[in-house]
């Protein structure tokens, strides 16, 4: 087998931006990283690290003077970070080390964009070996037929509690985690000194202290418009089930009676209006806002006290503000405490219908041994899915890290749950920052899980 190279007619792209299969180059056993869009190419990982993230997607290329493999295997995910990358890459040249007679390609785009090029490869037959997927669409694509059965891997009885009840949640054991990414408040410690408002642990105190604020030109609390106000709300609803042991049995009432999950998400609703109405979001700029991107550029300016993302963006933060002093902390959403919200996620999942399945199911096997795993998940400032635990080295996440243990972990997208919670409390949070009502976005709830009729 015969790869293409770069000397051959230029490939085809999708209408969403993203080379596709056919026209895909493939890294060899010492390859180099190339980035498509706004960098022409990197042959080092300093030209990596300083425009990967203005290109839209990343693709390791092929180094042209080594011999063909005799297996190409092609890796489709969303972490597009510059330090997520530079690892990834490093994890597939361990594999390929091992592996002399396969290459491996990663591509990567953000976020939503991601899903929507990974829907139309795999409903035209065009998937990759590997993908990465989430709570909604690992649902979607398991009842489609697109995920091969992992549940004969052999790194599968390493991996904790909390991560095995997700993985097996379905029956069937469809992905296997990387990480176990948490969200939290990031505090701007300065600021809050400069006034004397301490980190607040619950609901209350986060409320008096952007008080304290409100009367400065900037919402207190920076936001994005996609996980921002969703997981606080999640935190806010659903996390007394989780703190009080009844998280399962209520999940399986959820499923099966869907209006009981709509009223039980309205005190998160109802959190996030109060948020909006007392100005301490700005509705409009946050439905503007996009995640891990301008609500750092906005936190990092050091005007607002508070922003509500994930604990992965710190890595990003001591890019942009090398001299900010911020911590990261549980959500405080209890009257009584906080809550950690985490997921089980980086999720990957192997095409059922790969040509190469076999030496897919390999590479993703080397994929969640210990050490790729703590390579990985430290690269988020996330924690390990496996039973051997691990602090991230990011001293500004150690807060949410202290908090975190399994069985009062808030999990924002659980496996289950039978209906796609993830997109669903985003779009609810949209209307609401559009001026919904609690009462309207119930209705949205109820409906779109008649709808999904899980």
């Not at 030209?47 to 290329?61: E, F, G, P, Q, T």
Request: charged content about 20%.
């Amino acid at each position: 087998m015969t790869p293409r190279s770069e000397r051959e007619a230029p490939p085809s792209t999708h209408a969403d931006g993203v080379r596709s299969r056919t026209g895909r180059p493939y890294l060899s056993r010492r390859s180099f990283l190339a980035l498509v869009g706004t960098c022409a190419a990197a042959a080092a990982s300093p030209s990596l690290l300083s425009c990967a993230d203005k290109s839209k997607n990343i693709i390791v290329m092929e180094s042209p003077d080594k011999q063909a493999a005799d297996t190409m295997l092609t890796f489709f995910g969303f972490k597009y970070e510059p330090l997520n990358v530079t690892v990834i890459e490093d994890i597939l040249h361990g594999f390929m080390d091992e592996h002399p007679g396969v290459n491996v390609s990663y591509e990567s785009l953000k976020s939503r964009p991601y899903f929507e090029a990974l829907d139309k490869r795999l409903a035209t037959g065009n998937g990759d070996d590997v993908f990465m997927v989430d709570h909604d669409a690992n649902l979607a694509y398991s009842q489609a037929g697109y995920l091969a059965d992992l549940s004969l891997l052999p790194t599968i009885g390493t991996f904790k509690g909390i991560a095995r009840d997700q993985m097996f949640a379905g029956g069937s054991l469809t992905y296997v985690p990387t990480s176990i990414s948490a969200f939290g408040l990031y505090c701007n410690l300065d600021l809050l000194a400069e006034r004397g408002v301490a980190v607040p642990q619950t609901y209350p105190e986060l409320l008096a202290a952007c008080a304290a604020f409100a009367d400065a030109d900037v919402a207190p609390i920076v936001c994005n418009n996609d996980i921002s106000l969703k997981t606080f709300a999640i935190a806010r609803a659903l996390g007394p089930l989780y703190r009080s042991g009844t998280a399962a049995d209520a999940i399986e009432g959820f499923n099966e009676r869907p209006e009981e999950l709509a009223r039980a998400l309205a005190p998160g609703f109802e959190a996030v209006k109060e948020l909006v109405s007392r100005g301490f979001v700005d509705a409009a700029t946050a439905l503007e806002t996009k995640k891990t991107s301008d609500d750092l550029e906005q936190f990092a300016a050091g005007k607002a006290p508070f922003m509500l993302t994930g604990a992965w963006a710190s890595v990003r933060m001591h890019e942009l503000a090398p001299s900010l002093a911020y911590e990261v902390h549980p959500y405080p959403a209890f009257d009584d405490g906080h809550a950690l919200v985490v997921n089980v996620d980086t999720r990957v999942s192997v095409n059922s219908n790969s040509p190469q399945r076999d030496v897919a199911m390999e590479f993703v096997t080397y994929l969640t041994s210990q050490d790729a795993i703590e390579r990985f998940a430290n690269s988020q400032c996330s924690f390990s899915p496996l039973d051997k635990a691990f602090m991230p080295d990011d001293q500004a996440v150690r807060p949410v890290a202290a908090c975190f243990e399994e069985d009062e972990a808030v999990i924002g997208s659980d496996d289950r749950l039978l209906y796609p919670i993830w997109d669903l409390t985003r779009q609810c949070v949209v209307s609401l920052l559009e001026g919904a009502s609690v009462q309207e976005v119930e209705d949205m709830v109820r409906a779109a899980m008649e709808g999904a009729g899980a």
